[in-house]
């Protein structure tokens, strides 16, 4: 049974940062996945803002670009996602994701492609 597990949310001010991990098991789904970063704020529909592929090619969101960067690292089964000059709109419940299918960077970037699914940290960006 494959198992992602999220932490690293919290409450910070806007302009701070946040670092998100999400740890991967079995490892050898890991390996051969693309892992991408959602995001739902209430009321909200489900937001990819991150995606890197088992090569480590990355892609974001217009709305993050410049200010989140996502990154894996295949030794510790992990993917992560380092939040920098948060906003209050960035406040949402941040989920990680993966899929061992090969992609293009279209679908990589499509929340539909995504087979496994943590069960998400919420993240509040206070002003």
């Known amino acids: 049974q494959v198992q992602l597990a999220e932490s690293g949310g919290g409450l910070v001010q806007a302009g701070g940062s946040l670092r998100l991990s999400c740890t991967v098991s079995?490892?050898?789904?890991?390996?051969?996945?693309?892992m991408a970063w959602h995001r739902q704020a209430p009321g909200e529909q489900r937001e990819l803002v991150a995606s890197?592929?088992?090569?480590?090619?990355?892609n974001y969101a217009d709305s993050v670009k410049g200010r989140f960067t996502i990154s894996r690292d295949n030794a510790l089964k992990t993917v992560f996602l380092q939040m920098d000059s948060l906003k209050p709109e960035d406040t949402a419940v941040y989920y990680c994701?993966?899929?061992?299918?090969?992609?293009?960077?279209?679908?990589?970037?499509?929340?539909?492609?995504?087979?496994?699914w943590g069960h998400g940290t919420q993240v509040t960006v206070s002003s």
């Open positions: 994701a993966a899929t061992p299918d090969p992609l293009t960077v279209d679908q990589r970037m499509s929340v539909r492609r995504y087979d496994y």
């Open positions: 079995p490892g050898s789904i890991f390996t051969v996945s693309a």
């Open positions: 890197i592929s088992s090569g480590g090619r990355t």
